[in-house]
Nanobody
């Protein structure tokens, strides 16, 4: 069974940091081939793609809203993708989802508040 499991969400203060993890299991092809995405969705808003790491090359792409503050990375032996979030803002508050193709994790809540 193909599965993505996120962890690492929680409460952070503005200007603080959090690192999210997404661990893959059951994938039929080596993890390195998969394009992995982090999305987020705040209440009443559309789901937003915030970061992508491409297969093989591990090239990265970010939305303008997080560029320079968030970093996506991949640990291939652990089959885990990370989203390091720095200089957090209240507007980063959302449910964060890991995704590849049509496979979604259950989400992890990030709340940025003083």
């Amino acid at each position: 069974q193909v599965q993505l499991v996120e962890s690492g969400g929680g409460l952070a203060q503005p200007g603080g940091s959090l690192t999210l993890s997404c661990t893959a299991s059951g994938f039929p092809v080596a993890f390195t081939y998969y394009v992995m995405n982090w999305f987020r969705q705040a209440p009443g808003k559309e789901r937003e793609l915030v970061a992508t790491i491409f297969g093989i090359t591990d090239n990265m792409k970010y939305s303008d809203s997080v560029k320079g503050r968030f970093t996506i990375s991949r640990n291939k032996p652990k089959k885990t993708v990370y989203l390091e979030m720095n200089s957090l803002k209240p507007e980063d508050t959302a449910m964060y989802y890991c995704n590849t193709a049509d496979i979604w994790g259950q989400g992890t809540q990030v709340t940025v508040s003083s």
